[in-house]
């Protein structure tokens, strides 16, 4: 039922986006600050304790309920499979904006293209060129697939919803407060003068922990989508140049796979694109635009679709058994 669920997720989405899921993830975002705001008092125990809160016991919660439904009432399981995948995975957080820079920059509205992209990736993008718009959008389209979709269908396959929802509030942690203390040890303060001390440590750490087998499994579908020589080039002589290698690995193969040089700013909210920010270069071959952005569009749905051919070829031959 797995795939089942995958699949109409995915069809769903694609004809009928529900509010709830963006109402669910502003709800989240104000619950881990709160959260923050309560034990944050720079120490390593407390980031731990509040994880565990936020995270691990809900994941705890849902493997529980969804094994006893599975031998209780099957159906009532595929629901909640479906229910939670629905609020974890979703390709049209990529497709939306991805596709409306695109547009924009085919039709040369460079300022609606940097306007769009500044709203996507949080990031100021006013002296940006549109190649480079196309390289951060391409990097930004990357990250979002590995990380909205690819990796939840792992987690969901390995440990059913609660896989899957684990790895959703990892990442929104990390993003959150693990991003505040990277930003912290690199003597980046934000933009409030937020010094969290090591109370978002832990969540990097576990999140990097979480991540490390999806990122290597989106990286190698990714080389067998495109250009599998190039991508396996990028991913080894690539990596190191940003503290998340777990993202470094999926821009790497990807830009390998597609035939392309992206210089991606590596500054984060708290130290915005500028003179001042340091570039990584994943890739090799062509400068990005428009053109490399519709191949980037359709390395994502044949990564993805060799991905459901596979579980499908798995689950027909655990099925024969």
């Given at each position: 039922?797995?795939?089942?669920?995958i699949?109409?997720v995915?069809?769903?989405?694609?004809?009928?986006a529900?509010?709830?899921?963006?109402v669910?993830?502003v709800w989240?975002?104000?619950l881990?600050?709160?959260l923050?705001?309560?034990?944050n008092?720079g120490?390593y125990?407390?980031?731990?304790?509040a994880?565990?809160?936020l995270?691990a016991?809900p994941?705890i919660c849902?493997?529980?309920?969804?094994t006893?439904?599975?031998?209780?009432?099957?159906?009532w399981?595929?629901?909640?499979?479906?229910?939670?995948l629905?609020?974890?995975m979703?390709l049209r957080?990529f497709?939306n904006?991805f596709?409306?820079?695109?547009?924009?920059?085919?039709?040369?509205?460079?300022?609606?293209?940097?306007?769009?992209?500044a709203?996507w990736?949080?990031?100021?993008?006013?002296?940006?060129?549109?190649?480079?718009?196309?390289?951060?959008?391409i990097a930004?389209?990357?990250?979002?697939?590995h990380?909205?979709?690819f990796?939840?269908?792992?987690?969901?396959?390995v440990?059913?919803?609660?896989g899957?929802?684990?790895y959703?509030v990892a990442?929104?942690?990390d993003?959150?407060w693990?991003?505040?203390?990277?930003?912290n040890r690199?003597?980046?303060?934000?933009?409030?003068?937020?010094?969290?001390?090591r109370?978002?440590?832990?969540t990097?750490q576990a999140?990097?922990?979480?991540d490390?087998?999806?990122?290597?499994?989106?990286g190698?579908?990714?080389?067998?989508?495109?250009?599998?020589?190039?991508?396996?080039?990028?991913?080894?002589t690539?990596?190191?140049?940003?503290?998340t290698i777990?993202?470094?690995?999926?821009?790497?193969?990807?830009?390998?796979?597609?035939g392309?040089?992206?210089?991606?700013a590596?500054?984060?909210?708290?130290?915005?694109?500028g003179?001042d920010?340091?570039?990584?270069e994943?890739?090799?071959?062509?400068?990005?635009?428009?053109?490399?952005?519709q191949?980037?569009?359709?390395l994502?749905w044949?990564?993805l679709l060799f991905?459901?051919i596979?579980?499908?070829?798995i689950?027909?031959?655990?099925w024969h058994?």
């Amino acid at each position: 039922m797995s795939l089942f669920a995958i699949v109409l997720v995915l069809l769903l989405e694609q004809f009928h986006a529900i509010p709830a899921r963006r109402v669910a993830r502003v709800w989240f975002i104000a619950l881990s600050a709160k959260l923050k705001q309560r034990f944050n008092d720079g120490e390593y125990q407390q980031g731990v304790l509040a994880w565990a809160l936020l995270a691990a016991l809900p994941t705890i919660c849902v493997l529980i309920a969804s094994t006893v439904l599975w031998w209780n009432s099957p159906w009532w399981a595929f629901a909640l499979s479906f229910g939670v995948l629905y609020f974890t995975m979703g390709l049209r957080h990529f497709g939306n904006q991805f596709t409306a820079i695109l547009h924009a920059l085919q039709f040369a509205e460079i300022e609606r293209a940097r306007s769009l992209l500044a709203n996507w990736s949080g990031l100021s993008t006013e002296c940006l060129t549109p190649t480079e718009i196309a390289a951060q959008a391409i990097a930004r389209g990357l990250s979002d697939t590995h990380q909205y979709l690819f990796a939840p269908i792992f987690w969901f396959v390995v440990l059913g919803p609660a896989g899957a929802l684990m790895y959703r509030v990892a990442q929104l942690l990390d993003a959150h407060w693990g991003q505040i203390w990277r930003a912290n040890r690199s003597g980046v303060l934000s933009v409030n003068g937020d010094d969290a001390g090591r109370f978002g440590e832990f969540t990097h750490q576990a999140f990097f922990v979480i991540d490390w087998i999806p990122a290597r499994l989106t990286g190698a579908a990714l080389a067998l989508a495109g250009d599998f020589e190039d991508a396996a080039q990028c991913w080894r002589t690539q990596l190191g140049q940003t503290p998340t290698i777990y993202e470094e690995i999926v821009l790497a193969a990807g830009a390998g796979a597609l035939g392309v040089r992206l210089n991606v700013a590596t500054a984060t909210a708290f130290a915005p694109v500028g003179d001042d920010a340091s570039v990584a270069e994943f890739g090799l071959g062509d400068d990005a635009d428009s053109n490399v952005m519709q191949r980037a569009a359709a390395l994502v749905w044949r990564t993805l679709l060799f991905i459901l051919i596979l579980l499908a070829v798995i689950w027909l031959s655990t099925w024969h058994h």
